[in-house]
């Protein structure tokens, strides 16, 4: 059994919840919808980090949580 982690599914809920302007600084360029910038690499990674708990419980204990992005969120 493999743990999956649909990133495309939460990238886009994130992206549609921050809306064309709230997500421009994810981009690495506001041309360039296929790449992240540095922020956008953290905010994708966070998304892992976050569902990780849910599909491999026992990583749980192994992870932090903190990326600047939940606070723009709440």
């Known amino acids: 059994k493999v743990a999956l982690i649909d990133l495309n ?14 997500c421009l600084d994810l ?5 360039d919808v296929q790449h992240h910038s540095v922020k956008g690499g953290r905010t994708m990674a966070q998304l892992i980090v976050d569902e990780l708990p849910k599909v491999a419980p026992r990583l749980k204990p192994y992870l932090k949580e903190s990326f600047a ?6």
């Open 27 to 31: 981009k690495y360029s506001p041309d």
């Open 9 to 22: 599914a939460s990238s886009i809920k994130l992206l549609e919840k921050l809306g064309e302007t709230g």
């Open 69 to 74: 992005y939940k606070r723009n969120l709440n």
